[in-house]
């Protein structure tokens, strides 16, 4: 994989990446696959998952409001924990939930300033 192509690990802690994980755990565990297979399926996911969500979600807009209970940056990365969020989306189609989690990453390809 060229350096132009960094995937973020972020899916891993999705339910299916964590199902991921803990199967090749296993498998590892009962010597059926090496660790180096096991982390180049991983690497594999990352690419697979952010590829899959950048051609097969419909972009939708939306707008939300909520309470926000908790921010962060971290390496380019910023995490917001929102509360009571309220979401109104294209059609007037509105969803509440209690909690919501947005990670967002920077875009910029390594060098790229």
Not at 10 to 18: A, E, P, T
Not at 30 to 45: R, V
Not at 68 to 96: Q, S
Request: hydrophobic share 40%; net charge neutral; aromatic share 8%.
């Amino acid at each position: 994989m060229s350096t132009s192509n960094v995937y973020y690990e972020l899916y891993r802690r999705s339910s299916i990446g964590v199902a991921l994980i803990d199967s090749l755990d296993e498998l590892i565990k009962d010597s059926k696959i090496q660790p180096q297979l096991a982390m180049k399926i991983l690497s594999t996911f990352d690419r697979s998952i952010s590829e899959a969500l950048t051609e097969k979600v419909k972009s939708t807009r939306l707008s939300f409001k909520g309470h926000l209970d908790t921010y962060r940056f971290c390496d380019d990365v910023w995490t917001f924990i929102i509360l009571d969020v309220h979401f109104k989306m294209e059609g007037n189609e509105a969803i509440v939930a209690d909690k919501i989690k947005i990670v967002a990453n920077n875009v910029k390809k390594p060098g790229e300033q």
